[in-house]
Nanobody, 123 residues
Framework: QVQLVESGGGLVQAGGSLRLSCAASGRTFSSYAMGWFRQAPGKERDFVAAISGSGSSTIYADSVRGRFTISRDNAKNTVYLQMNTLKPEDTAVYYC????????????????WGRGTQITVSS
């Protein structure tokens, strides 16, 4: 079992930055690809970014590419999401998730989920 706990959410003005962290339990963190997803009120959970177990491969949603950066520190069992140039439409609950295998964009392929952290971007 892998337990995931997100942190770093909050309220920020448009154009600002935040960094989310997701701490994972377990000794095999590097064997899991990790992803970030988000869900706005009344909408489906959307893919944001994912990273391979080694950190050598990343993928991004078109809506965040160039503004967000996913990274990981396997020694600390932590994955990060650096979010820059935030927009009001980035407002959502952000979830981290883990899966064995390659980084992937489909939420249903992830086995482990955190409880989420709220990001609110004011205009």
């Amino acid at each position: 079992q892998v337990q995931l706990v997100e942190s770093g959410g909050g309220l920020v003005q448009a154009g600002g930055s935040l960094r989310l962290s997701c701490a994972a339990s377990g000794r095999t963190f590097s064997s899991y690809a990790m992803g970030w997803f988000r869900q706005a009120p009344g909408k489906e959970r959307d893919f944001v970014a994912a990273i391979s177990g080694s950190g050598s491969s990343t993928i991004y949603a078109d809506s965040v590419r160039g503004r967000f950066t996913i990274s990981r520190d396997n020694a600390k069992n932590t994955v990060y999401l650096q979010m820059n140039t935030l927009k009001p439409e980035d407002t959502a609950v952000y979830y981290c998730a883990g899966r064995q295998g390659a980084a992937f964009y489909q939420a249903r392929s992830y086995d482990y989920w955190g409880r989420g952290t709220q990001i609110t971007v004011s205009s």
